[in-house]
């Protein structure tokens, strides 16, 4: 998606070189829901993200977007600017405000801009381990579970860069793994009304060479540029449809609802930068969301929070407005109930185990050290109850409660 020359953020004092975490509390670092609703926020407005959400009812947010300064940096900044560090100073609270609210965000780096200058980071950066650990400070310091990789333009032809980022995504997936965290990453690809070209293929083609996971494919079923008239909604399921039978060949041991879990869609409400050819709706929004939530996509967005007013009738390719006749947050509204409340991390059964010494007075299963538990899941354990704080398994609550590790005393059962 494009990024625009962005209004230069205040700069926050002494905070381009201090690495400030974001302490985890009981609800931090929950996986995402399976089904979630996470339209894009313009980062580089100056815009609260978190009174937006609370205006728009979008509790779940896609932050965009993270890149380099310059092209060769490995470090970076929201929007590229280095007045806007990855800090709990730039974003943290208005994140803990969502948090608190029910909702969350998906930090995204790249976007057009970046893909087309060179600045997006596994373009820029060389180093393997320098872009894993660019990845690996913003999910600590702002505690997400889930990286969006927005990639088009040169971006999808660079196959050096291409390869460093999944290498490096291969790379944060086994620290987190071993940090038991529940890190996710989505890749978001321009698509043609049946589906990944193939420059989008490539990429997935090489995750899967590497060895890295990819949990969600989020394709932009906007401009297409094709000289078309197009029925956006009738065109973002067609879309959809192919990039679900692409990934059936490239997961083959994957069930057909775990396929479409890792579908997601975004839309340019209104008209798009094509024009008025490409105009997504307000009567397409509700027939998407209904289709979305029938078919069990993992994903609904579009682009962008900011866009979804009625201030410029007739005007494509605005950020600032749809250019489109609406009410304000009409969009939002339509695909605020894709939202689901199940989480997107696999569980096991927890059933009471003879070897957990758990009083016979707790009703919550207790836990055992083989099963797998996500962000909120509770236990007993000694008389206890316990709740998860992220992923984990074998760590138990006797050795691994506090406020820095993964579970919560909640007290006695």
């Given at each position: 998606?494009?990024?625009?020359?962005?209004?230069?953020?205040?700069?926050?004092?002494?905070?381009?070189?201090?690495?400030?975490?974001?302490p985890a509390?009981?609800?931090?670092?929950?996986?995402?829901?399976?089904?979630?609703?996470?339209?894009?926020?313009?980062?580089?407005?100056?815009?609260?993200?978190?009174?937006?959400?609370?205006?728009?009812?979008?509790?779940?947010?896609?932050?965009?977007?993270?890149?380099?300064?310059?092209?060769?940096?490995?470090?970076?900044?929201?929007?590229?600017?280095?007045?806007?560090?990855?800090?709990?100073?730039?974003?943290?609270?208005?994140?803990?405000?969502?948090?608190?609210?029910?909702?969350?965000?998906?930090?995204?780096?790249?976007?057009?801009?970046?893909?087309?200058?060179?600045?997006?980071?596994?373009?820029?950066?060389?180093?393997?381990?320098?872009?894993?650990?660019?990845?690996?400070?913003?999910?600590?310091?702002?505690?997400?579970?889930r990286i969006?990789?927005?990639?088009?333009?040169?971006?999808?032809?660079?196959?050096?860069?291409?390869?460093?980022?999944?290498?490096?995504?291969?790379?944060?997936?086994?620290?987190?793994?071993?940090?038991?965290?529940?890190?996710?990453?989505?890749?978001?690809?321009?698509?043609?009304?049946?589906?990944?070209?193939?420059?989008?293929?490539?990429?997935?083609?090489?995750?899967?060479?590497?060895?890295?996971?990819?949990?969600?494919?989020?394709?932009?079923?906007?401009?297409?540029?094709?000289?078309?008239?197009?029925?956006?909604?009738?065109?973002?399921?067609?879309?959809?449809?192919?990039?679900?039978?692409?990934?059936?060949?490239?997961?083959?041991?994957?069930?057909?609802?775990?396929?479409?879990?890792?579908?997601?869609?975004?839309?340019?409400?209104?008209?798009d930068d094509?024009?008025?050819?490409?105009?997504?709706?307000?009567?397409?929004?509700?027939?998407?969301?209904?289709?979305?939530?029938?078919?069990?996509?993992?994903?609904?967005?579009?682009?962008?929070?900011?866009?979804?007013?009625?201030?410029?009738?007739?005007?494509?390719?605005?950020?600032?407005?749809?250019?489109?006749?609406?009410?304000?947050?009409?969009?939002?509204?339509?695909?605020?109930?894709?939202?689901?409340?199940?989480?997107?991390?696999?569980?096991?059964?927890?059933?009471?185990?003879?070897?957990?010494?758990?009083?016979?007075?707790?009703?919550?299963?207790?836990?055992?050290?083989?099963?797998?538990?996500?962000?909120?899941?509770?236990?007993?354990?000694?008389?206890?109850?316990?709740?998860?704080?992220?992923?984990?398994?074998?760590?138990?609550?006797?050795?691994?409660?506090?406020?820095?590790?993964?579970?919560?005393?909640?007290?006695?059962?």
């Amino acid at each position: 998606m494009r990024q625009l020359t962005a209004a230069v953020l205040a700069a926050v004092a002494g905070a381009a070189t201090t690495v400030a975490l974001v302490p985890a509390s009981d609800a931090a670092a929950a996986p995402l829901p399976a089904h979630v609703f996470a339209p894009y926020f313009e980062a580089w407005t100056g815009d609260n993200p978190a009174t937006l959400a609370q205006q728009s009812g979008a509790k779940h947010l896609t932050m965009a977007f993270l890149q380099a300064a310059t092209k060769g940096s490995c470090t970076a900044y929201w929007n590229g600017d280095s007045s806007s560090p990855v800090s709990a100073a730039v974003f943290g609270s208005e994140i803990a405000t969502i948090r608190a609210a029910g909702g969350d965000v998906i930090p995204s780096f790249g976007g057009y801009t970046a893909d087309n200058t060179g600045t997006e980071i596994a373009d820029s950066c060389t180093s393997v381990s320098s872009i894993a650990a660019v990845f690996q400070n913003v999910i600590t310091t702002y505690d997400v579970t889930r990286i969006d990789l927005d990639i088009e333009d040169n971006s999808l032809t660079n196959s050096a860069g291409i390869d460093r980022r999944n290498k490096a995504i291969k790379q944060v997936e086994d620290w987190a793994a071993a940090q038991g965290r529940t890190v996710q990453f989505s890749y978001t690809l321009p698509t043609t009304t049946s589906g990944l070209a193939d420059s989008g293929l490539a990429v997935l083609r090489n995750a899967v060479a590497n060895n890295a996971r990819v949990d969600l494919v989020n394709i932009m079923t906007f401009d297409y540029y094709d000289g078309a008239t197009h029925q956006m909604a009738a065109d973002t399921k067609t879309a959809a449809t192919g990039l679900h039978d692409q990934l059936r060949q490239l997961y083959p041991g994957r069930t057909d609802a775990q396929l479409w879990g890792m579908v997601g869609v975004t839309e340019m409400i209104g008209i798009d930068d094509y024009g008025p050819a490409e105009t997504f709706t307000t009567a397409d929004a509700p027939v998407v969301a209904q289709w979305a939530t029938e078919k069990g996509l993992g994903l609904l967005s579009f682009w962008a929070l900011q866009r979804d007013n009625g201030g410029c009738p007739g005007v494509g390719g605005s950020d600032s407005c749809s250019g489109v006749s609406q009410s304000t947050w009409q969009f939002s509204k339509a695909f605020a109930s894709f939202t689901s409340t199940g989480s997107t991390s696999p569980t096991s059964p927890t059933s009471p185990s003879p070897s957990s010494p758990s009083s016979p007075s707790c009703t919550t299963p207790a836990w055992t050290a083989s099963a797998v538990y996500t962000g909120g899941q509770t236990v007993s354990f000694a008389g206890r109850l316990y709740r998860a704080k992220w992923w984990t398994q074998g760590e138990s609550p006797a050795t691994h409660s506090g406020q820095w590790d993964v579970w919560a005393d909640k007290g006695p059962c």
